[in-house]
């Protein structure tokens, strides 16, 4: 399978603990977005990544997620001191270099903090 | 206000039907529009971009008025295979090879035999 893919698919964690999720993005794109899903909302943006630097970050990440893309190819998600309202799908997306291309999403990683 | 405003339905109709779905948005000077469609815990897939002039791919028609700031999608001859969340999105960044995409809640269809 050559599409986006992120790991684990779910985590269930108690609150106060840190987690960590991965993107491998497809391999030719150099540009990738993570997203957050909650029930009943579309996708809301979180960051952009262009190679491994990190372009863009939303209000939303608060000081508590750090997002990296060490080499320009997967990237990994951390949250540290998990809150319930972390509680969602974590959505990892790829593109290739131009403004209007398609984001290709990768299955998500369902997240839930007890 | 919400940046992106789309009925949340769910709209049910059954096989064959004409359905329409509306979505608004409130920033004038966003880029590119797009239908992204959501099958029920799966990730969003690119349905089809919105261009101002209107495009159609097979039963499905988009359409875009800057003017008003609105974006439709019409599906002709509904399918069962329709029934999905259809999620209005917009690129609000002005930035090229940076899309910072704006999703609505999404509009969910149910197309019943």
């Known amino acids: 399978d050559t599409g986006v893919s992120q790991d684990p698919r779910h985590k269930i964690t108690k609150r106060g603990q840190n987690v960590t999720f991965r993107c491998d993005p497809i391999?030719?794109?150099?540009?990738l977005y993570w997203y957050r899903q909650t029930l009943g909302q579309g996708p809301e943006f979180l960051t952009y990544?262009?190679?491994?630097?990190?372009?863009?970050k939303s209000r939303l990440l608060s000081d508590r997620f750090s997002a990296e893309r060490p080499k320009g190819s997967f990237s990994t998600l951390e949250i540290q001191r998990t809150e319930q309202g972390d509680s969602a799908m974590y959505l990892c997306?790829?593109?290739?270099?131009?403004?209007?291309?398609?984001?290709?999403f990768g299955p998500g990683t369902r997240l839930t903090v007890l | 206000r919400k940046e992106v405003e789309q009925d949340p339905g769910p709209f049910n109709v059954p096989e064959g039907a004409t359905v329409a779905f509306n979505c608004t948005y409130s920033?004038?000077?966003?880029?590119?529009f797009f239908w992204y469609r959501q099958d029920c815990r799966k990730e969003p897939k690119l349905l089809m971009s919105?261009?101002?002039s209107g495009n159609e791919d097979g039963r499905f028609t988009a359409q875009l008025n800057r003017a008003s700031q609105y974006i439709s999608l019409l599906i002709r001859d509904s399918k069962l295979s329709d029934s999905a969340t259809y999620l209005c999105?917009?690129?609000?960044?002005?930035?090229?090879?940076?899309?910072?995409?704006?999703f609505g809640t999404g509009t969910r269809l149910l197309v019943s035999p």
């Open positions: 997306a790829s593109t290739p270099g131009l403004a209007d291309n398609e984001q290709f």
């Open positions: 919105v261009y101002s």
């Open positions: 391999s030719e794109h150099n540009r």
């Open positions: 920033n004038s000077a966003s880029q590119s």
């Open positions: 990544f262009q190679n491994e630097a990190q372009l863009e």
């Open positions: 999105v917009v690129n609000i960044s002005p930035n090229t090879g940076f899309q910072k995409l704006v």
